[in-house]
């Protein structure tokens, strides 16, 4: 039946071949689905996915050679159960359970982390917008779906709060970095106090948080097929005062999002001021859930999906065009001219040739790409982003063929993409007196820590998906083993340091909430590939713009 919005109910036994996943309306069940290994989850179309293809056919993926590029040819019969439980996921499970936070008898979220053997709190104790992503959607591959609807509601709730720093206003559309839960076992009340930016490291305020609550939220509704919550007026009145602050409009050339140092995971000075490749995407990721998900009932809604569109479409041909890095693109670089003026310039940012870092040139393959950190005036940030480029394929920012481009580097640059510990944050990572001035000597981000070229296990979910997508499961495979062997053993934590990762970070937290859920969603993402459909996007064909310099060489 037809409801308003446009969106259609549909049941839950509904044909793979309704789906069209750029569509909320079509809401995803869980078939099995049958990924090949030749061509990439975009471009094939899902009614093309086999509904009747068991998990004995997912065993073949111990067929593929680590990191190679056979098919799954070998029959299930002759493989074990890949999908048996392994000793680390009863552990991961009890220990996220652990991290739940109540608010009046409700569980509304995870905190940061569960380390009893650190002296210091600081905000590891909080529940943060970003760090619950992984949580939220392990719950709801598990089936309880009524903690993510709770937190989704709570940080819903502190947006509506008026917003100071330092007696300035912030607007009103910023989602909190993080919040935590008083409990007064006096007067028995539970008190919620929310962070925008006023309490955190350098005072920057979360860009970040409101698209993943839109995207969290775009999630729910896909796993749950229920439409009352995205479709009710506190919900859209959120999102569009997330919209607002993006896309108004002001003195910007570029349709990219202009953000400060530390408003994302990369949350202290990185040098990623500008239009960090992690915004961006994750901007164009929410855009297109908030389009799927805005109702057009009335004027301003109506309105608003308008101009969503027109920022999506100059958002895509922007990034596809000037983000992305290849061999052929690099060698154009290389032979820029500069001070070119007017509309036929090619050199259109004017980046000096010899800016360009002479470990770019051994880092790039002949075959594979990437979007590049960072794109403003006489400045491109060559340096590798793993979250921006995984979220880039998820959305579909990336076309087929880059998304394919991306994953062929990081086939190619395993060893300094993963090392011994899935995955580096950034590559390469900044020394010495560059150290110095980037990071204002930042004692946590030394090189090889942290955020500079640090290992990070919660990204391993955020891959796994990317390697789904593009119809390379075997790489999850082997990424996940190299955390299965660390992970459990380590006690889960925040991060790992050293050019392979083979160190537990100096100053990680154990037990850290978002290593164990990020675990958790790659097992069960990769034992049933349609978890998938809650967080990826099809490509919006309409979208597609002619790319004339950026077409990575991919078989």
Known sequence: ???????????????????????????????????????????????????????????????????????????????????????????????????????????????????HQSEEVLNYDQVFVRDFVPSALAFLMNGEPEIVKNFLLKTLHLQGWEKRVDRFKLGEGVMPASFKVLHDAVRKTDTLIADFGESAIGRVAPVDSGFWWIILLRAYTKSTGDLTLSESDSCQKGMKLILTLCLSEGFDTFPTLLCADGCSMI??????????????????????????????????????????VKRLHALSFHMRSYF????????????????????????????????????????????????????????????????????????????????????????????????????????????????????????????WSYHNGGSWPVLLWLVTAACIKTGRPQIARRAIELAESRLLKDGWPEYYDGKLGRYVGKQARKYQTWSIAGYLVAKMMLEDPSHLGMISLEEDKQMKPVIKRSSSWTC
């Open 324 to 447: 992305w890095l290849d061999f052929q693109q690099l060698n154009d670089i290389y032979r820029y001219k500069t001070e070119e003026y007017s509309h036929t310039a090619v050199n259109k940012f004017n980046v000096i040739p010899d800016s360009i870092p002479d470990w770019v040139f051994d880092f790039m393959p002949t075959r594979g790409g990437y979007f590049i950190g960072n794109v403003s005036p006489a400045r491109m940030d060559f340096r590798w982003f793993a979250l921006g480029n995984c979220v880039a394929i998820l959305s579909s920012l990336a076309t087929p063929d880059q998304s394919m481009a991306i994953m062929d580097l990081i086939e190619a640059r395993w060893d300094e993409l993963v090392g011994e510990m899935p995955l580096k944050i950034s590559y390469p990572a900044i020394e010495s007196h560059e150290w110095r001035i980037v990071t204002g000597c930042d004692p946590k981000n030394t090189r």
């Open 267 to 308: 949350d202290r000075r990185m040098g990623v001021y500008g239009y960090p490749i992690e915004i961006q995407a994750l901007f164009f990721m929410a855009l297109r859930c908030a389009l799927s998900m805005l109702k057009q009932d009335t004027a301003d809604g109506k309105e608003c999906v308008e101009r969503v």
């Open 1 to 115: 039946m037809d409801v308003p919005g446009g969106i259609r109910k549909i049941s839950s036994h509904c044909s793979i071949a309704e789906i069209d996943d750029f569509d909320l309306s079509r809401l995803l069940d869980k078939p099995r689905l049958n990924i090949e290994r030749q061509r990439s989850f975009d471009e094939r179309s899902l009614s093309e996915l086999s509904v009747g293809f068991a998990r004995a056919g997912l065993d073949n993926y111990d067929n593929c050679s680590p990191g190679g590029r056979s098919g799954f040819n070998t029959p299930a019969s002759s493989t074990r159960n890949s999908f048996e439980p392994h000793p680390m996921v009863a552990d991961a499970w009890e220990s996220l359970r652990k991290s739940l936070v109540y608010f009046k008898g409700q569980p509304v979220g995870t905190i940061a982390a569960v380390d």
